[in-house]
């Protein structure tokens, strides 16, 4: 089988066996409340189910990813600075920043990590779906029969679920109009619903800094990159795993929706939009609301930890120089304190070079 071939057996079996286990339990769920267990609908209803359940674990990893990507923004004027101060060496320019991202605690990778966990869970499903199409193969706690009821289920008595763009249920056959027109339909909404989540996160929750440099560049790339991506494979995917990604994408929008609104990042459209609606509620109520401007914490003052001693002076000018404390010239006692507070060794030492002359 070869290395990656067992690293890719020892990956997919566990989620084989994860997603069989939560799509029979939606399963269940459904033909429960009255669904045909073999029809397409339950089916269907099921993945979008794995779906939710997929999404909602992953949670935690969706908001690391918003912190990195939060942080990386902030941190665009330091890189900046970087570029301008190391612009001439590139390796050291490459030191300096993942430094800079260390000392931060953020990881520029972060923000991929959502993605790259849900492959593999992706590809699962649809090797899932496949096998039980072409040979009724069954994985996970799928049985024989449960993927042979999987792979001839059937949306609306006519859609094959496990019908794609170009290829009807079996194999060489003439596509089905309604599949590729289903298909069609969930890969456009894929796409659309990436691109609108790729450009939400840049118009609403990126500071006008922070749409230059490396960073910005990158994410205008994902812009159009993934869409298109996403868009040229999907027309290979079955209905079944379409529906499991459209979902996906749409919980990705409506969460990032969610967090841009409520918890937006400092000096960004989204931020501003906020602070005009609590100051519109505040209004409604009948209370006033300080705007607050989020500034970088100012570098603590360095003061001298040692306190300024006189100058070092010769032995005839210590014995011409009142000694604080001592009698004034008219007679009487003075506040030693205040003859103290008022000595200036370097007014002595001039009127001692004068009397000198």
Same mark, same amino acid.
């Given at each position: 089988?070869?290395?990656?071939?067992?690293?890719?057996?020892?990956?997919?079996?566990?989620?084989?066996?994860?997603?069989?286990?939560?799509?029979?339990?939606?399963?269940?769920?459904?033909?429960?409340?009255?669904?045909?267990?073999?029809?397409?609908?339950?089916?269907?209803?099921?993945?979008?189910?794995?779906?939710?359940?997929?999404?909602?674990?992953?949670?935690?990893?969706?908001?690391?990813?918003?912190?990195?990507?939060?942080?990386?923004?902030?941190?665009?004027? =330091?890189?900046?600075?970087?570029? =301008?101060?190391?612009?001439?060496?590139?390796?050291?320019?490459?030191?300096?920043?993942?430094?800079?991202?260390?000392?931060?605690?953020?990881?520029?990778?972060?923000?991929?990590?959502?993605?790259?966990?849900?492959?593999?869970?992706?590809?699962?499903?649809?090797?899932?779906?496949?096998?039980?199409?072409?040979?009724?193969?069954?994985?996970?706690?799928?049985?024989?029969?449960?993927?042979?009821?999987?792979?001839?289920?059937?949306?609306?008595?006519?859609?094959?679920?496990?019908?794609?763009?170009?290829?009807?249920?079996?194999?060489?056959?003439?596509?089905?109009?309604?599949?590729?027109?289903?298909?069609?339909?969930?890969?456009?909404?894929?796409?659309?619903?990436?691109?609108?989540?790729?450009?939400?996160?840049?118009?609403?929750?990126?500071?006008?800094?922070?749409?230059?440099?490396?960073?910005?560049?990158?994410?205008?790339?994902?812009?159009?990159?993934?869409?298109?991506?996403?868009?040229?494979?999907?027309?290979?995917?079955?209905?079944?795993?379409?529906l499991y990604w459209t979902t996906s994408n749409l919980w990705t929008m409506?969460?990032?929706?969610?967090?841009?609104?409520?918890?937006?990042?400092?000096?960004?459209?989204?931020?501003?939009?906020?602070?005009?609606?609590?100051?519109?509620?505040?209004?409604?109520?009948?209370?006033?609301?300080?705007?607050?401007?989020?500034?970088?914490?100012?570098?603590?003052?360095?003061?001298?930890?040692?306190?300024?001693?006189?100058?070092?002076q010769s032995r005839a000018q210590r014995k011409t120089t009142p000694k604080?404390?001592?009698?004034?010239?008219?007679?009487?006692?003075?506040?030693?304190?205040?003859?103290?507070?008022?000595?200036?060794?370097?007014?002595?030492?001039?009127?001692?070079?004068?009397?000198?002359?």
């Open positions: 089988m070869g290395i990656i071939g067992d690293i890719g057996h020892f990956i997919m079996v566990p989620l084989y066996y994860i997603i069989s286990a939560v799509l029979l339990g939606w399963h269940k769920l459904f033909t429960v409340l009255g669904l045909d267990a073999k029809g397409g609908l339950s089916w269907a209803l099921s993945i979008i189910g794995l779906t939710l359940v997929i999404r909602a674990a992953l949670i935690p990893l969706f908001v690391k990813q918003i912190k990195s990507s939060r942080n990386m923004q902030l941190l665009q004027p =330091k890189v900046k600075e970087l570029q =301008k101060k190391y612009g001439h060496d590139r390796q050291k320019l490459a030191e300096e920043t993942m430094k800079l991202y260390k000392d931060a605690g953020t990881n520029p990778f972060a923000s991929c990590l959502p993605i790259l966990l849900q492959m593999p869970i992706f590809f699962a499903l649809f090797r899932l779906l496949s096998g039980a199409t072409k040979s009724d193969k069954p994985h996970g706690f799928l049985t024989v029969e449960k993927a042979h009821e999987f792979g001839e289920s059937k949306l609306f008595g006519s859609l094959p679920i496990n019908g794609n763009f170009w290829e009807s249920r079996t194999w060489g056959e003439t596509p089905n109009t309604a599949v590729m027109v289903i298909a069609a339909i969930l890969v456009l909404a894929m796409t659309a619903t990436t691109f609108t989540t790729q450009r939400q996160l840049m118009a609403k929750n990126m500071p006008a800094e922070a749409m230059s440099g490396p960073y910005a560049q990158q994410q205008k790339m994902l812009l159009y990159i993934l869409p298109v991506a996403f868009g040229l494979g999907g027309i290979a995917f079955p209905i079944g795993v379409l409506g969460q990032q929706f969610y967090v841009i609104r409520n918890n937006p990042a400092p000096g960004t459209p989204a931020f501003k939009a906020k602070q005009d609606r609590d100051k519109a509620k505040a209004a409604r109520h009948g209370h006033t609301v300080t705007e607050t401007i989020t500034e970088a914490a100012p570098e603590p003052e360095q003061r001298p930890s040692t306190r300024q001693q006189p100058k070092r604080p404390g001592g009698a004034a010239a008219g007679g009487g006692a003075k506040n030693p304190s205040a003859d103290w507070e008022s000595y200036d060794p370097e007014a002595a030492t001039e009127k001692n070079e004068g009397d000198t002359k």
